[in-house]
């Protein structure tokens, strides 16, 4: 069993280019933090894979949307939440193969007059990594997800469900016993996802 914690830190621009009107918005600040556990549920054996099981909870410490205001970029989306996923995960050394399945349930609340319940979401992954040495790791994989309907004041929000595609590459590099740093780039294959994300992770194992 292994215990994990995420304390993102972003920084965000964005361009608005709507109705003949832009803008450009940027923020800065600690998002959403994310507690929770894995444990292994079946080993790898022959030709089984390891299965693994997590659950997660997030919290919503991060800048919490404004429906008042548009321009406005939040860094959280402003809803506690409970997750749990099951991963398999079968290496050939040094390529290992990999897929997993999750359900995101999120809680409603209050943004001053407005109640709003999230969509519960069904998300999917599979892949695959090179693992040339002990340190170094190359992964590309492909992230979906499809949300059900948002509720505005008990009122299901005609249109708000959607799916999202992405094509994710990152190399992981490990330094000492416990550290880890992650650079990705990912890339919407559908109109709902965004153009592309970039991003930097560093991981401490305990």
């Known amino acids: 069993m292994g215990f994990f914690a995420d304390l993102p830190v972003s920084w965000v621009l964005q361009d608005n280019n709507t109705n003949d009107n832009f803008s450009k918005n940027k923020n800065f600040g600690i998002g959403d933090i994310q507690l929770g556990l894995n444990y292994l549920l079946l080993p790898e054996?022959?030709?089984r894979p390891d299965i693994i099981g997590s659950l997660e909870i997030t919290f919503p410490?991060?800048?919490e949307p404004d429906f008042s205001n548009d321009n406005k970029i939040s860094l959280g989306n402003g809803h506690w939440e409970i997750s749990t996923s099951l991963m398999a995960i079968k290496a050939y050394d040094p390529v290992i193969l990999f897929g997993n399945i999750g359900y995101i349930y999120s809680f409603k609340n209050t943004f001053g007059e407005v109640e709003i319940t999230p969509g519960n979401m069904l998300t999917y992954t599979f892949g695959?990594?090179?693992v040339p040495n002990s340190h170094l790791?190359?992964?590309s994989?492909?992230?979906g997800s499809y949300q059900t309907e948002t509720k505005r004041n008990s009122v299901k929000i005609q249109g708000s469900?959607?799916?999202q595609m992405l094509i994710r590459n990152y190399i992981s590099y490990s330094f000492g016993k416990s550290?880890?740093?992650q650079p990705s780039i990912s890339f919407g294959v559908?109109?709902?996802s965004p153009d592309f994300i970039l991003d930097f992770s560093y991981f401490h194992r305990f």
């Open 128 to 130: 695959a990594g090179f």
């Open 137 to 139: 790791a190359f992964f």
């Open 179 to 181: 550290h880890y740093i």
């Open 161 to 163: 469900n959607e799916d």
């Open 45 to 47: 054996k022959n030709n």
């Open 190 to 192: 559908n109109e709902n």
């Open 61 to 63: 410490t991060g800048d």
């Open 141 to 143: 994989q492909f992230e």
